[in-house]
C-alpha cells in the first residue's frame, strides 16, 4: 500500500531555533498534503493544506509565517517551524489523500514528528 | 459546538466484552465518515470507512444515523489488542477527539 514517510520522528532543539519536518509520498505522487499537529490527549487539529506548486492554504488561527510550508515536488512537503518555543511541542503528523471510499477521500498518514522545544 | 464530537473515554472493558462508541457530528452536509485507530505516540490508521447502510469488517460494525448526526463503532469479543484511541472523522478533514479503549485481562 502507499506510505508516507515523515522525518525526523523527534526532535529536540534550544527555544529560538528553526525546525524542519519533511513529509514524503514514496511510490506515488500527493498534489495535496495537509498538517497537523495533535497535543497530548487531543485531537488532529488541521493546520494547513499543502499544495504542490502553490502556496499552502492554512486553517483559522495557524500562523503561516511561523509555520512555513513548501511543496516544491509532487512527493515531498516540508514544514518549518521558524522561532520555536516551548508552546511550540507537540506531535507533527502529515498525511496525503492515497485512495477513495464512496468518493470521498482516504488518507495515509506519516508516523509523525515529536518536537519539544527547550 | 465542535464540529465532531466524542467521548474521549477511557473505555476499560475486560477482553471478550463487546463495546461501542459514537461520534457526533455537527454538520449535516457531511457526506463520508470514517474511524481510525491511533496507537499511542502513533500515527492514526484507517480502521473503516462508514456506509449509510452500516458495514461489517470482521468483530467491527460501523454504522451511520443520518437522522440524529452521529456515527458508531461497534467492536465485539474485544481483543487486548484492540487498545488503542479511535478517532472518527468527518469529511472536510475534522476529527474527533478520540475514544480512548483499553481492554483488559
Known amino acids: 500500500g502507499a506510505v508516507v514517510s515523515q522525518h525526523p520522528s523527534w526532535v529536540i532543539c534550544k527555544s529560538g531555533t528553526s525546525v524542519k519536518i519533511e513529509c514524503r509520498s514514496l511510490d506515488f505522487q500527493a498534489t495535496t498534503m495537509f498538517w497537523y499537529r495533535q497535543f497530548p490527549k487531543q485531537s488532529l487539529m488541521l493546520m494547513a493544506t499543502?499544495?504542490?506548486?502553490?502556496?499552502?492554504?492554512?486553517e483559522q488561527g495557524v500562523e503561516k509565517d511561523k509555520f512555513l510550508i513548501n511543496h516544491a515536488s509532487l512527493t515531498l512537503s516540508t514544514l518549518t517551524v521558524t522561532s520555536a518555543h516551548p508552546e511550540d511541542s507537540s506531535f507533527y503528523i502529515c498525511?496525503?489523500?492515497?485512495?477513495?471510499?464512496?468518493?470521498?477521500?482516504?488518507?495515509?498518514f506519516g508516523a509523525g514528528s515529536r518536537l519539544t522545544v527547550l | 459546538r465542535k464540529e465532531v464530537e466524542q467521548d474521549p473515554g477511557p473505555f476499560n472493558v475486560p477482553e471478550g466484552a463487546t463495546v461501542a462508541f459514537n461520534c457526533t457530528y455537527s454538520n449535516s452536509a457531511s457526506q463520508s465518515f470514517f474511524w481510525y485507530r491511533q496507537d499511542c505516540r502513533k500515527e492514526p490508521k484507517l480502521l473503516m470507512s462508514v456506509y449509510s447502510s452500516g458495514n461489517e469488517d470482521g468483530r467491527f460494525t460501523a454504522q451511520l444515523n443520518r437522522a440524529s448526526q452521529y456515527i458508531s463503532l461497534l467492536i465485539r469479543d474485544s481483543k487486548l489488542s484492540d487498545s488503542a484511541t479511535y478517532l472518527c472523522?468527518?469529511?472536510?478533514?475534522?476529527f474527533g477527539t478520540g475514544t480512548r479503549l483499553q481492554v483488559t485481562l
Open positions: 499543502s499544495n504542490e506548486g502553490s502556496k499552502a492554504t492554512y
Open positions: 472523522h468527518a469529511s472536510k478533514l475534522t
Open positions: 498525511s496525503a489523500k492515497t485512495g477513495s471510499l464512496s468518493g470521498a477521500n482516504v488518507l495515509t
